[in-house]
């Protein structure tokens, strides 16, 4: 069991700490004193009002930022949030056309200075530049140039962290990036849920 009284480096004055009950973060007892999983129903609040849940999770902590106390993950399903929630998912959706023309400028830029630089090909330059961490890539945006000039080795670096970007929100993805994204990350996004 956890002990308050030994937190960090030594014993804690329990006195001094208003005394509440502790979060319960996988779900709690409601009214008819049944235990449910709270995660669950999160999850399909998201998907039947089509949220992204990352921009509703960072939207959640903005709002909460000045306060004393962390929010409770009830709210990620609360009807009361839902117009922050579809606001946040609608501006994620924005950001996301706008940070591939960004990154497509910093690939771009960089495979330029190669060329100029080390009198690279093309291609060569792409490779380095995607491969260049100075760059501030995605890892989605890398996998997807890698891919783009047939590295499939140097893909399969950053296919993990792509993958998951992807997953994050795969219509939108879909939507913006469209034939940028590679068939076998679609399909391997499809898989994985």
């Known amino acids: ?30 009214r008819n004193k ?29 709002e909460f930022g000045t306060r004393d106390f962390a929010p409770v993950p009830t709210i ?22 706008k940070r ?7 690939w771009r830029s960089a495979a330029i200075l190669a060329r100029r630089s080390y009198g690279a090909e093309m ?3 792409s490779l380095l530049s995607a491969m260049d961490h100075s760059c501030q890539l995605s890892p989605l945006f890398r996998y997807c140039i890698l891919q783009s000039i047939n590295e499939p080795s140097m893909a399969a670096k950053f296919e993990e962290g792509a993958l998951r970007q992807y997953a994050s929100a795969k219509s939108i993805y879909d939507e913006k990036w469209q034939d940028f ?13």
């Open 1 to 30: 069991m956890f002990d308050m009284r030994t937190i960090g480096h030594g014993s804690v004055d329990m006195s001094t700490y208003v005394f509440r009950p502790n979060a319960m973060w996988d779900g709690g007892v409601f």
């Open 34 to 62: 049944r235990y449910a999983r709270i995660w669950p129903s999160i999850g399909q609040f998201m998907l039947a009002h089509s949220l992204i849940p990352a921009s509703c999770v960072e939207c959640m902590f903005v």
């Open 76 to 97: 990620l399903k609360s009807e009361k949030w839902l117009p922050r929630f579809i606001e946040a998912s609608a501006d994620f959706a924005e950001q996301v056309m």
């Open 100 to 106: 591939r023309e960004l990154e497509h400028e910093r």
């Open 123 to 125: 291609r060569q330059a």
């Open 181 to 193: 994204i590679p068939a076998s990350l679609s399909l391997r996004a499809k898989e994985s849920r």
